[in-house]
């Protein structure tokens, strides 16, 4: 079964808005959570660690004002999308390390933006 | 050049063959490789990991590893239409705290 969860799948904003997307792990904790951007065809490309009681750590070229990520607790890491614009359109996807101390990840099922 | 590579195909194969892929990377400090299946719109899952140099095997998928080329190759044998997926290399480096380097993917199709 899926051990990383992410809410909402899909979603579809008008431009100007924000969106917030969740990732969740399920039965285990994460002190670190990874967030990529995926566009069609395209690998992942990794937006920024999101990391328990600290800030996140943003890859180059990621706006951290404009995609704020909070690492509530240790089972649950939020992306906000600010100010949406069409360019943003993306799948985006969540990642948490295996508990076990291996360098596995667990990957979310992903989330579809649309920004109208 | 980017730090690993990885021939985005697509790579078409009939039902039953056996399917090669490959990817190599520059960043002699990577130890612990990965492959991972994305179908369409969905996450990736893994399928095998490795570290350092080896062989490893998990039912019809062989994972190969040979450091001293940069080379990893994921191996699936007697191919299934089930398999038709983009397929991710991963790779990460033992002080890179679980983050993970991707190689831009190879999309199989094996047709029926």
Known sequence: GAVVSQHPSRVICKSGTSVKIECRSLDFQATTMFWYRQFPKQSLMLMATSNEGSKATYEQGVEKDKFLINHASLTLSTLTVTSAHPEDSSFYICSAPRPSGSYEQYFGPGTRLTVT | ?112
């Open chain 2, 1 to 112: 050049q980017k730090e690993v590579e990885q021939d985005p195909g697509p790579l078409s194969v009939p039902e039953g063959a056996i399917v090669s892929l490959n990817c190599t990377y520059s960043n002699s400090a990577f130890q612990y490789f990965m492959w991972y299946r994305q179908y369409s719109r969905k996450g990736p899952e893994l399928l095998m990991y490795t570290y350092s140099s080896g062989n490893k095997e998990d039912g019809r998928f062989t994972a190969q590893v040979d450091k001293s080329s940069k080379y990893i190759s994921l191996f699936i044998r007697d191919s299934q239409p089930s398999d038709s997926a983009t397929y991710l290399c991963a790779m990460s480096a033992w002080n890179a705290g679980n983050m993970l380097t991707f190689g831009g993917g190879t999309r199989l199709m094996v047709k029926p």
